[in-house]
């Protein structure tokens, strides 16, 4: 495992001279320690310990000076006469992170290894004489910095490591003269072995990127809804979008959706690091190739006859499913919460003009692990033609239990184009959707929605019966608003009237669920089954503690396991090089921006927590329990150095979400 062990625990903090009074929930009955504690006391607190454990000599030089020239609050500290810096430096981010800083793989790894090396076949580099990267080895490893670890998780788990020298644990398993090590009694037990599935090959992307890729139904589809009106396809109200982007001309996608593609072969991107195959398996690029097949046993009409609403397999009911999380709901964390017994995941929301066009980062977010044994992946768009094209395209290409529409995502960028929520009041273009690709797939579809667009007009009760019309399996609600976002507690009592209403299609609910005891209030609501989204980046084992109905008191040292093993699968799925380190440690922050948000339950005086409410300054009953309650920034770089040991130079994280986060 990377990095040091866990820190070890130090005594319960003293109770400061003068306490803050006392917050109703953040006490504990009948003892008089007291855990509350100002801002300052808790910095002052982490930094004491920081300067006596020299924990702090860890960090880069520049990184250092840095925090040693701002002040708690983030002010400067130079003298009055000192040169002013510029407004756009001083200038706090703000809104949404929308301009956050971005690290790049070229900002902290400068010369990198040509991938033809690193898998044994320099002689036929990819790139040729337009090759870039380094040749020798030698000389890559008299600048490749310094290894993080001695052990390297992808060798230790599979008996092999694929980026040899450019792994960042590579002392694990170099030999002499950098020959990579295998260990070939472990690497033959997962020979064959498909751990991840739903993966872009170069064949279907060339076809996507050259449009050569087959829509013979979702053609066929669009004929029919163009047939009726004169006027070229247009057709139902629109909202938030352009009358060119509502014309389907020739029932083909518009030039504006799907960018010309590339005249050469399909290489990796300038900035994108080119991998070797990794222990996956490519999916079949279309489904010609799947019939080309010879197969054993009963010849069935399923190519020829479609499948009714109500054959089609129905596993999304009566379950715990963990709702797509934008930025933090990748493969690793599934897995985590997999582990602690989520039933249903899902991938996060995918753009379906990003993957029609063959874009490698969307189909990264289909990708299925093997423990996933029921998933299912979210689209999200504005017009029947992409919609419909994208649901027969992934049904030929991957492996999924049930495909989602997203009618529930409130963000501008989604929103002005007709997608995510404005398509609720997009009623033509939302039937279109919603038949369509139940028509172009063999798994269910669900749909997505939340209570309506503005706060206090209500209109998924209208909607929810349409959808069940149309042919969806399940509908999810979310029982906010678009404008409310979070800034008001889930109408269950709403959900509950649209459970009735949806009935007898199963209606999932959602909102504020980080209990056993919410989840108990939300049953009693007739709803089919919960989804869970907030509540398991706060605590995974949510999923555990319904359940097993119990409140779980995890101490920090199985909090910091638990992150311990979400690093082992980042490497796994990422890469134990450079960037997959660096991408590792970037969703690792992600996730913690919203991990201090929780309080332990052993210091709670009133049980449960409650999901909108932030935590308080308090002392945990331990240094580690502290740190992770921290909501500054740099302490979550901190715990990632305990794990991915330091960062670059010139490191800068800030959240994508809102978080509270500040220096």
């Known amino acids: 495992m990377p990095g040091p062990a866990v820190p070890p625990a130090a005594p319960s903090p003293r109770s400061p001279c003068h306490p803050a009074p006392p917050v109703t929930g953040l006490t504990r009955v009948g003892c008089p320690h007291r855990f509350l504690a100002s801002k300052e006391q808790f910095h002052a607190y982490l930094r004491e310990k920081e300067e006596k454990d ?8 520049a990184k250092r000076v840095k925090s040693e020239e701002l002040g708690q609050d983030g002010e400067n500290r130079e003298d009055a006469g000192a040169v002013e ?6 200038k706090r981010a703000r809104g949404q992170n929308k301009s956050r800083p971005c690290m790049k793989p070229n900002h902290y ?59 960042r644990f590579a002392q694990a398993h170099l030999g002499d003269g950098y020959q990579n090590i295998i260990n070939t009694e472990l690497a ?41 009106h004169g006027d070229g396809g247009k057709g139902g109200k629109t909202t938030g979008c352009s009358t060119e982007e509502q014309v389907v001309p020739n ?77 933090c709901g990748n493969l690793p964390f599934r897995r985590i919460c997999k582990r602690f017994g989520a039933d249903i995941t899902c991938g996060e929301m995918a753009v379906c003009t990003n993957l029609l066009q063959g874009q490698s980062s969307e189909w990264a977010l289909l990708k299925r692990h093997h423990s996933e044994d029921i998933f299912g992946v979210q689209l999200e768009g ?26 529930g995502c409130p963000i501008d960028l989604v929103y002005k184009k007709g997608g995510g929520c404005a398509l609720m009041t997009r009623s033509n273009k939302f039937e279109q959707i919603v038949r369509g690709m139940n028509l172009m797939l063999d798994v269910p579809l669900t749909v997505k929605i939340r209570t309506g667009v503005q706060e206090k007009i209500n209109v998924a009760h ?18 906010r608003s678009r404008e409310q976002r979070y800034t008001r507690g889930a109408d269950w009592d709403y959900i509950a009237e649209c459970a009735k209403i949806a009935s007898p299609m199963p209606l999932f609910g959602n909102g504020d669920i980080l209990s056993y ?147």
């Not at 580099?125 to 890559?140: A, I, K, M, N, T």
């Not at 991840?196 to 279907?204: A, C, H, P, T």
């Not at 492996?399 to 009618?407: R, S, Y």
């Not at 959808?467 to 979310?478: D, K």
Request: proline share 7%; aromatic share 8%; with cysteine.
């Open 382 to 407: 504005a017009f029947p033609n992409t919609m419909t094209k994208c649901a027969e395209l992934l049904n030929q290409t991957i492996e999924v239990d049930f495909v989602d529409i997203n009618v």
């Open 517 to 663: 005891e919410d989840a108990n209030r939300a049953m009693q609501m007739g709803v089919s089954g919960i989804m869970i989204a907030r509540g398991a980046l706060i605590k995974p084992w949510l999923f555990t503690e319904i359940k097993e109905q119990r409140h779980w008191d995890i101490s920090s040292s199985e909090r910091f396991y638990i992150l311990k093993d979400f690093t082992n699968y980042g490497l796994e799925h990422w890469g134990s090089d450079t960037q997959g380190v660096e991408k590792t440690r970037k969703f690792l922050l992600e996730w913690l921006s919203f991990l201090c948000r929780y309080i332990p339950v052993g210091i709670l005086e009133h049980l449960p927590q409650k999901i909108n409410e932030r935590p308080p300054y308090y002392m945990g009953r331990d240094y580690l329990e502290t740190l992770m309650a921290s909501q500054n920034v740099d302490d979550w770089i901190k715990i990632s150095e305990l794990l991915l040991g330091p960062v670059p130079t010139n490191f800068t994280f800030l959240p994508k979400h809102r978080a509270n986060s500040y220096r």
């Open 85 to 90: 810096k510029e407004p756009a430096e001083r």
């Open 462 to 479: 209208k909607i929810i019966p349409k959808i069940r019309e149309w042919g969806a399996s399940m509908v999810t609600l979310h029982g």
């Open 54 to 61: 020299g924990s702090c000599q860890s960090e880069p030089p």
């Open 188 to 228: 033959k037990q997962w020979e064959g072995k498909l751990l991840v599935r739903n993966n872009l090959s170069k064949d279907l992307q060339h076809q996507l990127r050259k449009r050569k890729f087959s829509f013979k139904k979702a053609d066929e589809y669009l004929r029919g809804l163009a047939k009726p």
């Open 109 to 167: 790894e400068q010369s990198r290894l040509c991938p033809s090396v690193t898998q044994g076949c320099a002689e036929k580099c990819y790139f040729g004489p337009r090759c870039r990267f380094l040749h020798d080895v030698g000389e890559y490893m008299a600048v490749k910095p310094p290894d993080l670890g001695r052990s390297c998780v992808l060798f230790e788990t599979f008996g092999k490591c694929i980026y040899g020298v450019t792994c």
């Open 251 to 327: 029932c083909t996608t518009p030039q504006e959706e799907l960018g010309d593609g590339p005249e050469c072969p399909v290489l990796p991107e300038q900035g994108e690091d080119p991998k070797p195959d990794t222990l996956q398996s490519p999916s079949p690029t279309a489904g010609e190739e799947a019939s080309s097949m010879k197969t054993v046993g009963p010849v069935t009409d399923e190519d020829i006859i479609k499948l009714r609403s109500c054959e089609k397999k129905k596993q999304t009911s009566c379950k715990l499913s963990l709702h797509c999380l934008f930025q």
